[in-house]
């Protein structure tokens, strides 16, 4: 009995699927739209996608999923939106799509406004990127916020979110296109540490806020490492205001530098002056031309002095002793000159 019951499990899986299919078709819809889109092929397509996805090995799921009102209610409200975005064409692309990744496909579309542009924003993402993408789309508000930034910047969107998981979401919201620019060529850290300013970077006057996007994409590495010494010098306080702003802007070579923004009593920013980027050339070169100094120039120019010393020496003794040697010549001859001749003598 067991042998029979196991040989005819999958045709009792295939029955109840069978059933549950009658029973989700003789459903009764919610509105004229979803009776008729009932009464059509279109929602059966979805639904074989669902069950060609979990295949005969997974009909007991398939099976579960389909019995839920709940996943009823789902894929109702999908195939409705696809059959108004773009006819049946689109809800085959629902089914396509839902065959070959499964269900999370219709919680994710289910999470968002519209249908076709999550659609192609999934198909043009790398294949390995769809499922965290789908998991991404489906989660709450969260979800709903990714597809109406899918839905303005399409791909792009879900990769930058990916990329930087929380962060990548928020530079977009506020800077467009600017945000997925730069999220691109950010490190997760870095792009956590602008999103943490972008409110205050995104209310800044328009000339404002495109120069300091401009100095973030051209030297990341400096403003996010300047930015974490503010925070950490100035607890509480907001780093890209208009006043702040105008400062960094005006003397950028100084503050990414090493300069610090600081706040006087009446609350106004002041740079501290350290050596920037020109006072660090020039005292590198001070620097340089110091070790030089001590460590080449002085030594020769002692060197030099002292075997110029040596020779002075030298010559002074030789000068003295040839003038010794002349003088006591002179004196010799003086003394001859003086001594009586021999015939003088006798």
Not at 154 to 165: F, I, R
Not at 217 to 241: H, M, Y
Not at 263 to 272: C, E, H, L, R, S
């Amino acid at each position: 009995m067991t042998k029979l019951f196991n040989a005819s499990r999958p045709n009792v899986c295939g029955y109840t699927l069978a059933a549950l299919f009658i029973m989700f078709m003789m459903g009764t819809g919610r509105d004229a739209t979803a009776q008729r889109l009932m009464g059509s092929s279109i929602p059966t397509s979805v639904v074989k996608a669902v069950v060609k996805y979990f295949g005969k090995e997974g009909a007991e799921q398939a099976t579960e999923f389909l019995a839920k009102s709940a996943s009823k209610e789902v894929i109702e409200r999908v195939a409705t939106m696809a059959a108004r975005e773009g006819g049946e064409e689109a809800v085959e692309q629902v089914a396509k799509l839902t065959g070959k990744h499964g269900p999370e496909v219709l919680m994710a579309l289910d999470n968002s406004a519209t249908v076709l542009p999550v659609i192609k924003a999934l198909d043009e993402i790398p294949a390995s990127q769809v499922r965290a993408a789908l998991g991404k789309l489906a989660a709450g508000e969260s979800g709903k916020a990714l597809s109406t930034a899918v839905t303005r910047y399409g791909a792009k969107a879900l990769e930058t979110e990916l990329k930087h998981p929380g962060a990548g979401l928020v530079l977009l919201k506020h800077f467009g296109d600017d945000g997925a620019e730069l999220a691109s060529k950010m490190t997760n850290d870095q792009a956590i540490v602008i999103a943490r300013h972008a409110d205050e970077i995104a209310a800044l006057p328009a000339a404002q806020r495109t120069g300091v996007l401009s100095l973030i994409r051209n030297d990341t590495e400096k403003v996010v490492a300047f930015a974490g010494r503010f925070i950490e010098a100035n607890p509480g306080k907001s780093l890209f205001t208009v006043a702040t702003t105008t400062i960094i802007l005006a003397e950028p070579e100084r503050i990414l530098g090493g300069d610090e923004v600081v706040f006087d009593a009446d609350g106004n920013p002041i740079v501290v002056s350290k050596a920037g980027i020109v006072g660090r050339s020039i005292e590198s070169t001070g620097k340089a031309a110091e070790h030089i100094s001590n460590n080449f120039v002085q030594p020769l120019f002692y060197a030099a002095l002292a075997f110029a010393g040596t020779f002075a020496a030298l010559w002074i003794v030789l000068k003295l002793w040839h003038t010794h040697k002349r003088e006591k010549q002179l004196t010799e001859q003086a003394m001859l000159k003086n001594l009586p001749s021999e015939d003088q003598a006798s």
